[in-house]
């Protein structure tokens, strides 16, 4: 009397592989298709902007960390240099190639994630569809921050962590695919080293299931890391020297509460808290156990890296973000695959099994699957919310706050432009998009924020680190014909530079206020010539020193 009932039932799993596929195809590409334009369209991330400028300074011969401020390690800064030269040998719009590279790298992370998995089998054995779930996922959650060194860093790293997790499993990866996904894990790393701390708890986990560090996988990652920090000592010692220093100093203005970093990640920690708790409770029956072990590890760890960067900012969050919501993907499609089965035996073993269990299983599936369900959309949902402002400029990108600026600039020709501001996007694009000098050598007023703060309780700070002076010669000499001050900080960074220095308040009463809109308020030089920097500020302040 069954027999009707387990064919409907077989037809419908028989089904399920051929609609899955091209289902989540179309999702990708519509994601693609979303992702691509708001990225290409809307103003470029501040970030990735500054970073591209420091890029270019390079190119042309200038000194990192020397002549232009930075203190995130140069690997980043020589990556943002290759969109650059393909832009300019194809004549190409930068934002175009750039953003288009970055986009290019994720996707080909998640194919070759889906790749690995395919090895597997078993809950992995369709590439199509496994492609499009980490693509989808890898597009998405950045949400604004597409680019950013965090979403480079987990999509170079996740093929690491699928390898890793099939060494527990007892599979042995070919040695090919290890020494690359190790290097590619190790460059990724090498973009925020802090997360090296990843790699440390991954293979106490290994030591704990009686596998030796020197394997090819651990050894190809460590090797690339010492290879980069050797290049960085030889090629870029002034990272060490100055950028590191400064950035300890600094770089702690910019901190938030441990309280508000909580706040900001509560969702995540919940999430992370759901998918743990799902795969412990199945964690001797489900295959994919190990797999999802380690992504809840890597999760957890990038959530204590975040807490000890000490920011509030999204990105900072997003390799946690990335790793939890794979896993609770993947615990949902275990659990959905084991309900349905595959083929006629799976489908009357599992039959059995659910008239033996009786009606409690069931409910608490169900349950289960309800809360790791929710989960996922609740994170989803968050970033999708970060990702409509960018998708509502690349609609209007005149009606930004950026436009508006790179308007005024280009009205009123001019060659140099500063802003007062720790927002680095009230200058980058607008530098980027207008070719207009910058007059400065740091990307907003960060360090002078941080030197302010240390100031509090450092009085000797200001001989090691004199930011305000740099900032008043760089003003002097670089002459900028527009300046902005950003008035929504609380901070009055004209009076600050102008009681620091005469030479300054000088200088900067040749300004004149031409604009003021979003917080901001434009300012243009007078048509009286600029002064010299050297007798305007080093000659006063030697007299005062003999």
Not at 79 to 87: E, F, G
Not at 152 to 170: E, H, M, Q, R, V
Request: one cysteine or more.
């Amino acid at each position: 009397m069954n027999t009707p009932n387990i064919r409907t039932e077989r037809q419908s799993r028989i089904g399920f592989p051929h609609t899955v596929p091209l289902i989540s195809t179309l999702v990708l590409l519509a994601v693609l298709v979303v992702v691509t334009f708001a990225a290409i369209r809307s103003p470029l991330k501040d970030d990735i902007a500054w970073l591209l400028y420091v890029a270019r300074r390079w190119m042309a011969g200038r000194e990192l960390y020397i002549d232009v401020v930075e203190v995130n390690p140069p690997l980043i800064i020589w990556l943002s240099a290759v969109p650059l030269a393909i832009a300019r040998w194809l004549d190409l719009g930068i934002q175009l190639v750039t953003m288009g590279m970055f986009i290019v790298m994720v996707i080909a992370c998640a194919w070759w994630s889906a790749t690995l998995l395919q090895r597997r089998g078993g809950l992995f054995a369709d590439r199509m569809t496994v492609f499009a779930v980490i693509g989808i996922v890898l597009l998405v959650m950045p949400a604004g921050d597409l680019g950013q060194r965090e979403h480079l860093l987990i999509a170079a790293i996740l093929p690491y962590l699928i390898l890793f997790a099939g060494s527990l499993d007892g599979i042995r990866p070919p040695v090919w695919h290890a020494v690359f996904a190790g290097i590619v894990a190790g460059l990724g790393c090498a973009l925020k080293p802090r997360y090296a701390g990843v790699f440390v708890v991954l293979e106490c986990i290994a030591l704990s299931r009686r596998m030796w560090p020197w394997r090819v996988l651990p050894v190809a990652a460590g090797l690339t890391m010492c290879a980069y920090i050797a290049i960085v000592y030889v090629t870029c010692p002034a990272y060490v020297r100055r950028a590191v220093p400064m950035a300890l100093a600094l770089y702690g203005a910019t901190d938030v509460s441990f309280f508000r970093l909580l706040l900001d990640s509560a969702v995540l920690m919940v999430g992370e808290l759901v998918a743990a708790s799902l795969v412990w409770l199945r964690r001797h029956t489900m295959p994919e156990r190990n797999l999802m072990m380690v992504l809840v590890v890597f999760a957890a760890v990038s959530t204590i890296i975040c807490f000890m960067d000490g920011k509030d900012w999204y990105y900072h969050r997003l390799p946690a973000t990335v790793a939890t919501v794979l896993v609770l993907i993947c615990w949902v499609a275990s659990i959905l695959r084991e309900s349905w089965g595959q083929g006629q035996g799976q489908a009357q073993g599992e039959a059995e099994r659910r008239v033996q269990s009786g009606p409690s299983r069931p409910a608490s599936r169900v349950a289960s699957l309800a809360v790791a369900a929710l989960a996922v959309l609740v994170l989803c949902a968050g970033a999708l919310q970060r990702l409509e402002p960018q998708v509502a400029q690349a609609v209007e990108p005149e009606a930004t706050t950026v436009a508006r600026l790179e308007q005024i600039v280009r009205q009123q020709n001019a060659r140099t432009y500063i802003a007062f501001s720790e927002w680095i996007a009230l200058g980058f694009p607008v530098v980027n998009n207008t070719g207009v000098s910058w007059a400065s050598r740091f990307d907003s007023m960060w360090a002078l924020k941080g030197e302010l703060w240390r100031a509090r309780f450092d009085p000797l700070l200001a001989s090691e680190w004199p930011v305000a002076r740099w900032v008043v010669h760089d003003f002097i000499a670089g002459c900028p014909d527009i300046a902005v001050v950003d008035t929504r900080e609380g901070l009055n960074y004209i009076a600050i530079l102008s009681d620091s220095d005469p030479a300054f308040a000088r200088a900067w009463s040749r300004y004149h206020q031409i604009d003021a809109f979003d917080g901001l308020t434009v300012y243009r030089r007078g048509k009286a010539g600029c002064i010299d920097p050297w007798i305007a500020a080093e000659a006063p302040r030697r007299a005062r020193s003999r």
